[in-house]
Nanobody, 119 residues
Framework: QVQLVESGGGLVQAGGSLRLSCAAS????????MGWYRRAPGKQRELVAV??????NYADSVKGRFTISRDNAKNMVYLQMNNLKPEDTAVYYC??????????????WGKGTLVTVSS
């Protein structure tokens, strides 16, 4: 079993910054893509950013403001969020595609961390 635990959410004023962290632990042979998704009130979950071994991708709405990074040795992924806007308010979820000891790729999700941006 694999657990993803997010941290770093909170309340911040518009224009401020937050850094989210996510730690993957458990039966991990390797981790492929790691990413962040979010679900705003009344909306569907959407991709925010994803990082693979050699590439990063961002939602258009966060390009230039958010930066995703990962520490492969620690199986961690981070999301640096700058110039936050009220529309960034959402529950942010960590996602990881994990390869287990049997070679199976399994998608895991964290429980989420709330980010609230006040105007």
């Amino acid at each position: 079993q694999v657990q993803l635990v997010e941290s770093g959410g909170g309340l911040v004023q518009a224009g401020g910054s937050l850094r989210l962290s996510c730690a993957a632990s458990g039966s991990i042979f390797s981790v492929n893509a790691m990413g962040w998704y979010r679900r705003a009130p009344g909306k569907q979950r959407e991709l925010v950013a994803v990082v693979t071994s050699g590439d990063t991708n961002y939602a258009d709405s966060v390009k230039g403001r958010f930066t995703i990074s990962r520490d492969n040795a620690k199986n961690m992924v981070y999301l640096q969020m700058n110039n936050l806007k009220p529309e960034d308010t959402a529950v942010y979820y960590c996602n990881a595609e994990v390869v287990n000891g049997f070679g199976y790729r399994i998608n895991y999700w964290g429980k989420g961390t709330l980010v609230t941006v006040s105007s």
